[in-house]
């Protein structure tokens, strides 16, 4: 009869980045580039009651709902975080990112900071990064450049952005947004770096579980 292979169960870690910035701060590009080049880094995408602009994707960039399901959707507790931003609704899909950790991936939540503050409340295990923009008026010209909202719009989004920027000192890390190549490349440096950190725990666990310690 052969024999069989003792196999011991490998332990993995996944890892929650959380990435926040003021609307118009860069984020989502930058965050659109770090997936597509980390095919390791799952984006949870989050819902929305906000109406779509006109290159976005369903499922892609948000799940576009109406106001009431997604209150019925709160209620139903599907959300791990959920905040009205802007006066419309966004939200953490729970299932979505408890699948996607059991399963070992890393993923990556783009919320404001609001969401932030509710997840660090849960004490949940996380890696947390503002992206700041380099200064009021660069995030002023960003807001008005990109044209997707009108004059009132922008100007609650940058009166939002003071408030936002007050909790940049919580997170654990902080970066300024010059360039999105030289932002991509400091996030990529600290994905890789706590990576490590929270592999740490598997790589001694199969250390010493190989080795007869005395
Ligand atoms: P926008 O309307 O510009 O796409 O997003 C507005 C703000 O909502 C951004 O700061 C974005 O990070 C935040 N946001 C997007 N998804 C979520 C979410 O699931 N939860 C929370 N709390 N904020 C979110």
Redesign the pocket.
């Given at each position: 009869m052969a024999k069989r292979k003792k196999v011991t169960k490998k332990k993995k870690h996944s890892v929650l980045f959380i990435?926040?910035?003021?609307?118009g701060g860069g984020?989502?590009t930058v965050r659109k580039v770090l997936v597509k080049k980390d095919r390791k880094l799952v984006y949870i995408v989050?819902?929305?009651s906000?109406p779509k602009r006109p290159k976005e994707q369903n499922r892609r960039?948000?799940v576009f709902i109406k106001k009431n399901v997604f209150q019925r959707a709160i209620r139903n507790e599907a959300?791990l975080?959920?905040?009205l931003?802007?006066g419309?609704y966004?939200?953490?899909p729970k299932r979505e990112l408890v699948r996607r950790l059991a399963r070992g991936q890393d993923c990556l939540?783009?919320?404001?900071t609001?969401?932030?503050m509710?997840i660090k409340k849960l004490r949940l295990p996380c890696v947390s990064i503002f992206i700041l923009p380099p200064s009021r008026s660069v995030l002023a010209q960003r807001l008005t450049e990109r044209k997707t909202d009108t004059k009132d719009v922008i100007k609650k989004?940058l009166k939002n952005a003071e408030k936002?920027v007050k909790y940049s000192s919580l997170y654990n890390y902080v970066v300024i947004n010059r360039t999105v190549a030289q932002t991509v490349r400091t996030i990529e440096q600290i994905i890789f770096t706590e990576r490590l950190k929270y592999k740490k725990k598997d790589l001694i666990y199969g250390y010493v579980s190989s080795r007869k310690i005395s």
């Open positions: 990435l926040s910035s003021p609307s984020k989502t989050s819902h929305t906000r960039d948000y959300f975080e959920w905040a931003v802007h419309h966004y939200g953490t939540l783009d919320i404001d609001k969401g932030f509710k989004r936002e």
